[in-house]
């Protein structure tokens, strides 16, 4: 019986993870998720531009969660990007080109 249960939840679980995305993918109407998604994505990349020469914890935060998150989570890089109809490798090869003149303006000047 208690199985029965867990079944039953994983599948209310799919379920509702179905449901949500059928919300979130709408693209006519402003959603409060794609807000949110694209809130993350913002505080990311400002996190990462900012915090770039600290490596503080903002930063390491923020690099992991742009390149090396995992793909699968509701809150991913990639699932943000997909929400957002934007890509992620255009986004990281845009840092990419970002840190190399930071850094090519740093090598020079100093």
Known sequence: MHGESAVRLTADDTALTE???????????????RDLM??????AMRDFKKRYHARDAHFR????WLFEGGSD???????VCAVLRLSPRRIRNSLLQWIKQKDGKKMTVG
């Open 38 to 43: 694209l809130a993350v994505l913002r505080v």
């Open 19 to 33: 449901r949500y995305w059928e919300t979130v993918t709408k693209w006519q109407t402003p959603e409060p998720e």
């Open 61 to 64: 935060n923020a690099r992991d």
């Open 73 to 79: 989570e509701l809150f991913a890089f990639e699932s």
